[in-house]
């Protein structure tokens, strides 16, 4: 009845009002007869042309242009980053070399209709002040990511090393500009100018990528990672502090000029520290939880950072300066600081912080460097910039105490420059200090002293190898026990897991263990979260091994690649059993999943090889996710790939057998019964078990030690009562593949089941 009413209230009220509107139409069409005499028609084209020209004028919208040109260049960054992933660089080179492929050395080389319709000249100062609003926020980012107690912790090492690494590479450069100036410096810029910016640009530090990449080696929690984020952060502090010196000496053309400049700046850095900062801090302790972290107090500290860039920039220091000051200053609550960060990260690194990538792309053309004069002061500069910051961190550590080892590779991780050394030039670019041409030389510098900093490590670790980071606790590798490797990643998925594992070891603790490994993006990961982030995803794990009286050894990692990471750690461990959850695409089934699945193979190397060669098929229906596949091919151990259908107890359980192969799944019933009073069905539903007496004495020998826990069904058709009030079925991976291949109807009937690969 109530349908009805509420369809009869429809007609009338849509009905109603339309009658209402054509009755107002047709007044409204005799009032035109008084008031309209010769109406000429504004269209004289025809309709598809008409249509033509209106869908131009909008595709070419200065908006319109600018969401296409975010659109392209964020697509275009993550192919470039996610393939840099690929060969062990960090994802920032794939960024820069996104920008350096769209702009006028490819893009604009071979497609330059593509490249003039997508960045016409006109478009570039929307995208670069977007990308300007980017950079300061992520220079915003780097400034809270500094931690300036580390930095009154190891002051004395750090500001040595640091300093030393700022002034070798500073005086080289300075010397090269000698050597530059006439031929390469722009006309009407003083020497002084192109001189101290050519010392700025060799001597800078890219501290957020060093800091990836020492995460990323497993380096975060050694001496040598702590002594080198150290050396970074207090390099970066340096560094900005004189370039915002060597800004105010361009600008004002002398240094006597620029005096007020600099009295200005540091008057201005006075009042953040000793005004500002206190406010903050006081505020920080106020709101420092995601409640008390309201949209108004969250405005306060955008003003800040939005009044310091402001005021750095009419000071005439520039506004990323402010920027950074701003950062630095925020309180200094880890968990406000972390709060905030995630509140800000994702949209400058993901959204914003690439348009500057490809907008510096669009100045930088290598076809500039068009004879072999201009690629040999490239290969100096290169030279010159790997020289002086290389030597001056490896000699100043060894000065400070450090092994040449350890000297070294501080040397080779202090020459990364990154996405910082950018930063300088581009500032370089915009004062017109720096010319194209030597804006791409140093955009070279940039990309290879940054793709240099892993091969460099990875070959001073071949000269003096020393013993790797512990992977897994050296506990967990005593022969002769029985160890299981739980990796999860969402922590609640992870407490079923754990039951699993329980369920195998529960009582015989004493010769076995239990690994909990989570493993986490590096570039989700920063100084400021890493510990939270690290108790937050193991705390549902310990509460749930302290319910199931389990002792539980606890691994955290970030990581660029988690899937190799998970595989190295699972084989060097060399664990008796590895547990994965099995994960699924959000396009299993779909149409577009079939498509996606092309691009993916497409990308991966190792999948178009493999379908080029037969080995898996283009359109292939798989029954796992890529992760899992990787896995179970990689994995040297044995792996349970577990399907996780609400499993509450471990009890009940049922054990199909498709062939002799699958006998070793007597094993992991003996420990279920053992260690978990379990109740085991094993089904036979091929006869193997009937017509094999060695599998047929192990059950009752099974039998013997624990009578009523296990039973035998010959049943040839499997039905769904079969699967009835059983926790969990456990069957070979073989066996799954053939009922998944054979589209066995009786999968869908099954409880939480675990697939095992032995």
């Known amino acids: 009845m109530k349908n009805y009413k509420n369809l009869l209230f429809y007609i009338i009220t849509i009905g109603g009002f339309s009658l209402l509107m054509w009755y107002i139409f047709e007044q409204g069409f005799l009032l035109e007869k008084n008031k309209v005499h010769n109406f000429v028609p504004q269209l004289e084209a025809s309709t598809w042309e008409h249509f033509k020209t ?13 969401l296409l040109q975010i ?21 920032v080179i794939g960024e820069i070399a996104a920008g350096i492929f769209l702009g006028p050395s490819f893009v604009g080389e071979y497609f330059p209709g593509f490249s003039q319709f997508l960045f016409p000249e006109d478009s570039l100062g929307n995208l670069n002040f977007l990308s300007q609003i980017g950079l300061i926020l992520f220079m915003f980012i780097i400034g809270m990511e500094l931690d300036l107690r580390v930095l009154k912790n190891k002051a004395q090492e750090a500001v040595v090393i640091s ?32 001189a101290l910016f050519m010392g700025i640009a060799m001597s800078i530090t890219a501290f957020p990528v060093l800091a990836r990449i020492i995460q990323e080696r497993g380096l975060t929690k050694t001496r040598i990672g702590t002594i080198a984020i150290t050396c970074a952060a207090a390099d970066d502090v340096t560094a900005w502090c004189i370039l915002a010196v060597v800004i105010a000496v361009v600008k004002a053309g002398s240094f006597v000029s620029a005096l007020y400049t600099v009295l200005m700046a540091i008057a201005y850095v006075l009042l953040m520290m000793k005004v500002v900062s206190p406010f903050l801090k006081r505020m920080g302790e106020i709101y420092s939880n995601k409640e008390g972290l ?48 995630e509140k800000v990260e994702d949209v400058s690194l993901i959204l914003l912080l690439p348009l500057f990538f490809v907008f510096s792309g669009l100045k930088t053309d290598i076809g500039l460097l068009d004879n072999s004069e201009a690629w040999m002061l490239c290969g100096v500069i290169i030279g010159v910039a790997v020289a002086g910051k290389f030597l001056g961190s490896a000699l100043a550590a060894r000065f400070v105490g450090q092994s040449w080892r350890e000297s070294m590779m501080i040397g080779a991780l202090m020459n990364t420059r990154g996405l910082m050394e950018l930063v300088v ?8 200090v720096l010319t194209p041409t030597v804006f791409t030389m140093f955009v070279l510098m940039a990309l290879i002293t940054t793709m240099m900093t892993g091969p460099a490590l990875d070959l001073i670790n071949w000269i003096s190898p020393e013993k790797k980071p512990e992977r897994i606790p050296q506990e967990i590798e005593d022969k002769g026990k029985f160890k299981i490797l739980v990796p999860f990643g969402n922590p609640y998925r992870g407490k079923n897991l754990l039951r699993l594992a329980s369920s195998l070891v529960k009582k015989s603790t004493s010769s076995s263990t239990v690994t909990a490994l989570h493993l986490s993006p590096s570039n989700e990961i920063n100084q400021y979260n890493a510990k939270e982030f690290e108790r937050d995803s193991f705390k549902p794990i310990k509460t749930e091994a302290a319910k199931l009286d389990l002792p539980v050894k606890t691994v955290f990692k970030a990581s660029p690649d988690i899937d190799k990471e998970l595989i190295d750690i699972a084989n060097e461990g060399n664990y008796d059993l590895t547990i994965v959850g099995l994960g699924r695409s959000i396009f299993d089934g779909t149409f577009l999943g079939k498509v996606l699945g092309l691009t993916t193979k497409i990308i991966n190397p190792e999948k178009l090889y493999d379908t080029i060669t037969g080995k898996e098929r283009l359109f292939e229906t798989s029954m796992f996710d890529e992760r899992t596949k990787q896995i179970i091919k990689s994995s040297k151990v044995p792996v349970g790939i577990f399907i996780d259908k609400d499993l509450e107890k471990v009890d009940t359980i049922i054990i199909p057998v498709f062939s002799i192969s699958d006998s070793f799944l007597l094993i992991y019933a003996q420990k279920l019964i053992h260690n978990n009073g379990a109740s085991i069905v094993i089904l036979d539903a091929s006869g193997i078990i009937k017509n094999n007496p060695e599998m047929k004495e192990t059950i009752r020998s099974i039998e013997q030690t624990a009578p009523n826990h296990i039973a035998l069904y010959n049943e040839n058709k499997i039905n769904k009562a079969l699967f009835d009030q059983k926790d969990l079925m456990i069957i070979s991976l073989d066996s799954w593949k053939k009922a998944v291949e054979t589209q066995s109807i009786w999968l869908a009937q099954t409880p939480s089941t675990l697939i095992i690969k032995p």
Do not use: D, W
């Open 294 to 341: 309201s949209k108004p107090v969250v405005a306060v500290f955008f003003i800040t950072l939005l009044i310091s860039s402001y005021v750095t920039e009419v000071i005439g220091i520039h506004a990323l300066f402010g920027a950074f000051l701003a950062g630095v200053i925020m309180p200094p609550n880890m968990n406000f600081r972390n709060m905030f960060i």
């Open 54 to 66: 209106t869908y131009h004028a909008n595709a070419t919208h200065p908006l319109a242009r600018l």
């Open 71 to 91: 659109i392209t260049i964020i697509f275009v960054a993550r192919i470039f980053g996610f393939i840099c992933k690929r060969i062990g660089q960090p994802t």
């Open 163 to 194: 300093h030393a690494s700022i002034i070798f590479p500073f005086a080289l450069g300075v010397g090269l500009a000698f050597y530059m100036y006439s031929s390469y410096a722009p006309a009407e810029i003083k020497f002084l100018s192109f």
């Open 425 to 432: 030039l581009k500032i370089g670019l915009e004062l017109g």
